[in-house]
């Protein structure tokens, strides 16, 4: 059965650091991962996908997410954090019939000024 | 344009009653797909809809049921509410090709008391 980990409850970084939230995955075939943010009380947004391809994908907001087969991983980077990044984090992948997200318990981010 | 909508915002109903959810897709979507997300959880797939059919179902009851309609607008039905129902419902569109990412309203908050 698929199934994505996120390791970390919570993130802590200063603004300006660079900052990485990890995901692992476990799926039949190849992946279709993705990255979603939700705010307080909102609903989730879509930051980025790897479907096939450049194993560094780019998404919105300057994050980006490298691809590791191997390690069958998934992490979430941005160079530089900023405050207005506080949030929590979602890492997803496609299920096998290629329709229901399976999502991880999701990663609080907290960027301190 | 129009991004997903969802109404209503907030619901609360008592154990034993029926609730209705309604969400819209966002502009040249078809596909619609329902989550429950849980306090400190990340969503769980309840079912899929794709021209006016449930595509795939989560591991939910029967008390959970839905329909699309010909505008590709949707509704999720919670039969007999239990305590454990309540949960931020989150609708999520998507184009149906291959890869596509869901985009997700704001959803909706059920409490049941």
């Known amino acids: 059965a698929q199934s994505v980990a996120q390791p970390e409850d919570q993130v802590n970084v200063a603004e300006g650091n660079p900052l990485t939230v990890k995901c692992t995955y476990s799926?039949?075939?190849?992946?279709?991962l993705f990255w979603y943010v939700q705010y307080p009380n909102r609903g989730l947004q879509f930051l980025l996908k790897?479907?096939?391809?450049?194993?560094l994908v780019k998404g919105s907001y300057g994050f980006e997410a490298e691809f590791n087969k191997s390690q069958t991983s998934f992490h979430l980077k941005k160079p530089s954090a900023l405050v207005s990044d506080s949030a929590l984090y979602f890492c997803?992948?496609?299920?096998?019939?290629?329709?229901?997200?399976?999502f991880g318990k999701g990663t609080t981010l907290s960027v301190s000024s | 344009d129009a991004g997903v909508t969802q109404s209503p915002t907030h619901l609360i109903k008592t154990r034993g009653q029926q609730v209705t959810l309604r969400c819209s897709p966002k502009s040249g979507h078809d596909t619609v797909s329902w989550y429950q997300q849980a306090l400190g959880q990340g969503p769980q797939f309840i079912f899929q809809?794709?021209?006016?059919?449930?595509?795939q179902r989560g591991n939910f009851p029967d008390r959970f049921s839905g329909h699309q309609f010909p505008n590709y607008s949707s509704e999720l039905n919670v039969n007999a509410l239990l305590l454990g129902d309540s949960a931020l419902y989150l609708c999520?569109?998507?184009?149906?090709?291959?890869?596509?990412?869901?985009?997700f309203g704001p959803g909706t908050r059920l409490t049941v008391t």
């Open positions: 799926v039949s075939g190849n992946p279709y």
């Open positions: 999520a569109s998507s184009s149906g090709l291959a890869g596509s990412e869901q985009y």
């Open positions: 790897y479907i096939t391809g450049d194993n």
């Open positions: 809809y794709y021209e006016e059919e449930e595509r």
């Open positions: 997803a992948v496609r299920d096998q019939a290629g329709t229901a997200l399976i």
